[in-house]
């Protein structure tokens, strides 16, 4: 079945140091790809998604580039501040599988800035 | 704007005990479901809803029931409750099915069951 793949946390960085979070999917269909950000205390809500392969999703300095043919979408930010402290989740949907819209999730990764 | 609200957002039960954990969307929405979330997991779907009056199963549904008799509410109700039941639940809702839109959560419910 279909499954998102993350790198494991927690990752710890520098005020204004380059994030990479890796994410890895298999799926069978035709597949949207999302990550979600958690932050302390709160609901998860959605940082970015791209919806074919190419695409690239981006939103508060964060990017992510659909690559069909490494079945990724890892997440990049040039420069994290403090406020960037939270836990990230890659996700799918599948058009073909899709049990009413569900979302696929990895196992989030959690990031901590320290200033 | 509300959003999605759940409550309770912190519940403590015993082995066996009942309850409900409520969802309420004011965002008009069709789409709602709810998921458990558990450490090195991610988030799994318990059960969905695609418009009042219909429901289905996700991914983890035993132990669980769910009913839609309007658009805006969507409890979820552990009949007898287990400690592998113990999780952080959450609600989340959609405009339609689409595979490409964004899903709105609640900030969760924790449950541990003793």
């Known amino acids: 079945g279909d499954s998102v793949t993350q790198m494991e946390g927690p990752v710890t960085l520098s005020e204004e140091a380059f994030l990479t979070i890796n994410c890895t999917y298999t799926?069978?269909?035709?597949?949207?790809l999302f990550w979600y950000v958690q932050y302390p205390g709160e609901g998860l809500q959605l940082l970015l998604k791209?919806?074919?392969?190419?695409d690239k999703g981006s939103n508060k300095g964060f990017e992510a580039t659909y690559r069909k043919e490494t079945t990724s979408f890892h997440l990049e930010k040039g420069s994290v501040q403090v406020s960037d402290s939270a836990v990230y989740f890659c996700?799918?949907?599948?058009?073909?599988?899709?049990?009413?819209?569900?979302?696929?999730f990895g196992q989030g990764t959690e990031l901590s800035v320290k200033p | 704007n509300a959003g999605v609200t759940q409550t309770p957002k912190f519940q403590v039960l015993k082995t066996g005990q009942s309850m409900t954990l409520q969802c309420a969307q004011d965002?008009?929405?069709?789409?709602m479901s709810w998921y458990r979330q558990d450490p090195g997991m991610g988030l799994r779907l318990i059960h969905y809803?695609?418009?009042?009056?219909?429901?289905d199963q996700g991914e983890v549904p035993n132990g669980y029931n769910v009913s839609r008799s309007t658009t805006e509410d969507f409890p979820l109700r552990l009949l007898s409750a287990a400690p592998s039941q113990t999780s952080v639940y959450f609600c989340?809702?959609?405009?339609?099915?689409?595979?490409?839109?964004?899903?709105?959560f609640g900030e969760g419910s924790r449950l541990t069951v003793l």
């Open positions: 989340a809702s959609r405009v339609g099915q689409g595979f490409t839109g964004e899903l709105f």
């Open positions: 996700a799918l949907s599948d058009m073909i599988y899709n049990q009413g819209g569900k979302l696929i």
């Open positions: 965002m008009n929405h069709e789409y």
């Open positions: 791209a919806t074919k392969a190419d």
């Open positions: 799926a069978t269909g035709y597949p949207s």
């Open positions: 809803s695609v418009g009042a009056g219909i429901t």
